[in-house]
């Protein structure tokens, strides 16, 4: 009888640690586009006050990391997402090793690739979004993320272009706050006219990216917004 006690509770004492641990991935994932909204809001906030105090451009591209995953996390199968932070982890070491070895180009092929998946992470967001018949809070962050995540990704598909072949805007050193910066006046189509597309490649992304976020504001947002309401007074 003594004897069996301590094993007991050794199995009592690693039971919670288990228990805890598949608790706040179920959390998570219950929560994963608030999560993902708020990430990308300290993000954005981060970023520009980053690149004033002259910190590194990994850190900046760090944060994007973590947003990156956090966006493309949820829509994996839970067998799959430990391929998907292998793969990660190599896409991140790879963008500052192909700077380091002065691989400039494939760098910015890299980033190029990092801004693709984070544009499928935005239609995965705003389908999950659009595919609930009940719409609740974790609906509506879904798609403020999506709308967030194609403003800084398309913005930093502009500013890798702008690296590979300069003159495709009128800022002539775009820096990746600046790109970022144009990628959402171009998504609300405030059109300040400060920096200007000059290429038709980069105006016709630009011409993609107005017309969707007018499109996105105009039928997403507004269903949702209009279910969510609806629910609440039910």
């Given at each position: 009888m003594t004897s069996g006690a301590p094993s007991r509770v050794q199995a009592l004492s690693s039971a919670p640690n288990q228990s805890s641990i598949s608790y706040y991935g179920r959390s998570y994932l219950k929560r994963r586009y608030m999560v993902l909204f708020y990430t990308l809001l300290v993000t954005m906030a981060a970023s520009p006050v980053l690149a004033t105090l002259g910190m590194s451009g990994t850190l900046i591209?760090?944060?994007?990391?973590?947003?990156?995953?956090?966006?493309?996390?949820?829509?994996?199968?839970?067998?799959?997402?430990?391929?998907?932070?292998?793969?990660m982890a190599i896409a991140w070491v790879a963008r500052p090793l192909t700077v380091w070895l002065g691989l400039e180009t494939l760098s910015?092929?890299?980033?190029?690739?990092?801004?693709?998946?984070?544009?499928?992470?935005?239609?995965?967001?705003l389908r999950f979004a659009m595919s609930g018949t009940k719409v609740g809070a974790e609906q509506l962050f879904a798609t403020l993320s999506a709308y967030l995540l194609a403003g800084v990704y398309f913005g930093l598909?502009?500013?890798?272009?702008?690296?590979?072949?300069?003159?495709?805007?009128?800022?002539?050193?775009?820096?990746r706050s600046g790109a970022i910066y144009f990628s959402f006046v171009t998504l609300v189509t405030v059109g300040y006219g400060d920096i200007v597309p000059?290429?038709?490649?980069?105006?016709?992304?630009?011409?993609?990216?107005?017309?969707g976020?007018?499109?996105?504001?105009?039928?997403?947002?507004?269903?949702l917004v209009s279910s969510y309401s609806s629910a609440g007074k039910e």
């Open positions: 591209e760090s944060l994007l990391a973590i947003c990156l995953l956090a966006a493309v996390m949820p829509i994996v199968e839970e067998k799959h997402r430990i391929a998907l932070l292998i793969v910015m092929v890299t980033l190029a690739v990092w801004t693709l998946i984070g544009v499928f992470a935005a239609a995965a967001a598909l502009y500013w890798a272009l702008a690296q590979v072949r300069p003159g495709m805007f009128s800022e002539s050193n775009l820096s000059r290429l038709d490649a980069t105006r016709g992304l630009a011409i993609i990216e107005g017309v976020g007018q499109l996105f504001l105009a039928v997403p947002v507004a269903r």
